[in-house]
């Protein structure tokens, strides 16, 4: 019995579940999710003022263009 569980310790699962928790492969995937989240959260919450800015650029752009084929 203790020669089971010397070798499950030593050479078994708990190996397996300490390299799976020592591994940082998807840390990058997971920053870059959160920022996603991030973005998205500020993106609703200014909905609002982006499209009064776009709105305004957009006429602004389309003023300069009626500007050039008039003149």
Not at 1 to 17: D, E, L, Q, S
Not at 27 to 45: D, W
């Amino acid at each position: 019995m203790f020669r089971t569980v010397f070798f499950n310790i030593r050479y078994g699962w708990i190996p397996k579940i300490r390299e799976k928790f020592a591994d940082e492969s998807g840390m990058g995937t997971i920053e870059v999710v959160l920022i996603l989240v991030v973005l998205i959260g500020l993106v609703i919450v200014f909905k609002g003022r982006i499209t009064k800015l776009l709105g305004n650029i957009m006429d602004q752009i389309q003023g300069a263009a009626e500007n050039v084929y008039t003149s």
